[in-house]
């Protein structure tokens, strides 16, 4: 297959590339394009074959189920079948955005979709290609992050050609996503209200909304039966192809540690990759972040970076789990291999 490329400005929208898009969802085929976290790989959320088309190109395992897009807030009335009145708390707070909603589904949504369970993720997306494509697809999107199996996310089209040329229909090249690690996602089936991925829109603020959340043990590192609740938690994840080391603590002793591991794996001949938050240009390969939300931004990308660059050792500096810091460290955790406190 030859996957064609659209070229799309995500500030306002060419209506003819959109459409072209749309028909190729129509038609059954996938279209990876970007939302305001990752790219996305989509596919006709209620057309079950086309749904199918999406695990076979990721490689993804038949029991994860995908995130279902909507372009307005209404079309949650179609999909699923009851709405608890903290669902619409949430949406009329953080819709459009990257919030994912997990509600009791509808018989509308086919058992493909959700990986076979009696739930249903959804969520409206703000980036305008996102929109404009469910638009005009007239049908809910599902989408996975547009990555191959077990890598990094996309933040780039050049990632997800990297990845699935000649394995989708089209690419929708947006632009880099401005928020660079996927969507929080919450679930509203329990009595208590549960975070199962922690993203952008944080803790914090959920709490302020609703209330009372409970966070998924296993983001607090803790084994748990409840990992059927959201089967992605048990996978790998976000891997790039180095060793990446994850070292927390104190700022002044997390820089030791980094200058002893640069030279210990230095003098076995191994090439090292640092990234820090305000930190030193310890390697040639160090790349330096100012904020946590620079940090989102481009870690996938710093990862794929490294993995061109054939480095061996990437040393990440670990940073504080609040704010949006629980969702990078949530994915440095998944990524890394070994974890040090200095
Ligand atoms: O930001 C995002 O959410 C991106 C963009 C494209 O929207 N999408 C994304 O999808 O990250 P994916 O498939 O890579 O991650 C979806 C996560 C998985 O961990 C999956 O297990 C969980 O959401 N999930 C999906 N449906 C679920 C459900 N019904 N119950 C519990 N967890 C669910
Ligand atoms: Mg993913």
């Known amino acids: ?14 209506i003819s590339g959109i459409r072209r898009a749309a028909s190729i969802i129509r038609r059954g085929n996938l279209v990876a394009f970007p939302t305001e976290t990752v790219y996305g790989l989509g596919a006709d959320a209620l057309n079950a074959k086309a749904v199918k088309k999406i695990f076979v190109a990721k490689g993804r395992p038949a029991d994860n189920p995908l995130i279902v897009h909507v372009s307005d807030k209404e079309s949650v009335n179609d999909l699923a079948g009851d709405i608890p009145q903290l669902a619409e708390k949430l949406i009329s707070r953080f819709w459009p955005g990257p919030l994912t909603i997990v509600l009791k589904k509808s018989k509308t949504v086919p ?9 249903v993720a959804i969520r409206m997306p ?8 469910i638009r005009e697809a007239g049908t809910p999107i599902a989408a996975p992050s547009a990555n191959f199996f077990g890598r990094p996310s996309p933040t780039l089209a050049k990632h997800v050609l990297d990845d699935l040329d000649g394995r989708i229909s089209a690419i929708i090249d947006g632009g880099q996503t401005r928020i660079g690690i996927e969507s929080t996602v919450i679930d509203l089936t329990r009595k208590t209200p549960m975070l199962l991925r922690p993203g952008r829109v944080t803790l914090e603020e959920l709490q302020s909304a609703i209330g009372r959340v409970d966070v998924h043990p296993i983001l607090k590192g803790k084994k748990s039966a409840l990992v059927h609740r959201s089967p992605g938690m048990k996978y790998k994840h976000y891997s790039p192809d180095a060793h990446v080391i994850l070292i927390e603590g104190q700022s002044a002793l997390v820089h030791k540690k980094i200058l002893k591991l640069v030279q ?6 191994k090439k090292v990759g640092v990234i820090t938050i305000r930190g030193d240009k310890y390697t040639k390969n160090t790349r330096r972040v100012r904020t946590d939300s620079e940090f989102a931004a481009n870690l996938f990308k710093i990862f794929r970076e ?12 670990g940073i504080p789990r609040k704010g949006i810091g629980l969702g990078i460290m949530n994915r440095l955790s998944k990524a890394a291999r070994t974890k040090i406190m200095a």
């Open 111 to 119: 058992k493909i979709t959700t990986g076979g369970l009696d739930t």
């Open 1 to 14: 297959m030859r996957t064609v490329i659209l070229k799309i400005n995500a500030k306002k929208p060419q």
């Open 264 to 269: 210990q794996f230095g003098k076995q001949g």
């Open 306 to 317: 490294c993995d061109s660059k054939k480095i061996d050792v990437i040393l990440v500096q």
């Open 126 to 133: 703000k980036n305008k290609i996102a929109q404009a494509l």
